[in-house]
């Protein structure tokens, strides 16, 4: 009794570890970017595009799935949108998947969107922290 007693405690002393769990990649990077560039061929363009403002909002859900909301902001109206993302840590930065396709990343307060544009151009749009 006394040996399983010295056993259980061996055990629990050496079985508990003194490292925190990592945290989730999602609350590293929740949060509402506002959008401050976009880029089409190189070429920058500031936002506001044509009197329109975009803004992103990450909305952490279990481990390290999130839900991306996109907010336009026109003149006289506002549209949004919502996907469901995968993340995956990427050395500094985190990369953005939906059904496995890579379409942004964040690194630390920027968070960069990739689109393909009709004529099959590539835009990237950058937003940072608010």
Same mark, same amino acid.
């Given at each position: 009794?006394?040996?399983?007693?010295?056993?259980?405690?061996? +055990?629990?002393?050496?079985? *508990?570890? $003194?490292?925190?769990?990592?945290?989730?990649? /999602?609350?590293? %990077?929740? &949060? @509402?970017?506002?959008?401050? =560039?976009?880029?089409?061929?190189? =070429?920058?363009?500031?936002?506001?595009?044509?009197?329109?403002? +975009?803004? +992103?909002?990450?909305?952490?859900?279990? &481990?390290?799935? *999130?839900?991306?909301? @996109?907010?336009? %902001?026109?003149?006289?109206? /506002?549209?949004? &949108?919502?996907?469901?993302?995968?993340?995956?840590?990427?050395?500094? /930065? %985190?990369?953005?998947?939906?059904?496995?396709?890579?379409? !942004?990343?964040? @690194? !630390? $307060?920027?968070?960069? +969107?990739? =689109?393909?544009?009709? $004529?099959? /151009?590539?835009?990237?749009?950058?937003?940072?922290?608010?």
């Amino acid at each position: 009794m006394k040996q399983l007693l010295l056993l259980l405690l061996a +055990f629990v002393f050496f079985g *508990c570890s $003194d490292e925190s769990p990592e945290p989730e990649l /999602s609350a590293e %990077i929740k &949060g @509402t970017y506002k959008a401050y =560039v976009a880029i089409i061929d190189s =070429v920058e363009y500031p936002f506001p595009l044509e009197d329109t403002d +975009f803004l +992103f909002e990450i909305i952490p859900k279990e &481990g390290n799935t *999130c839900t991306l909301r @996109t907010l336009a %902001i026109f003149p006289d109206a /506002s549209e949004t &949108g919502e996907i469901e993302i995968t993340l995956m840590k990427n050395g500094n /930065s %985190i990369d953005l998947l939906n059904e496995n396709q890579q379409f !942004g990343h964040v @690194t !630390g $307060d920027i968070f960069e +969107f990739y =689109v393909l544009v009709e $004529d099959g /151009s590539r835009m990237t749009i950058k937003a940072k922290k608010i």
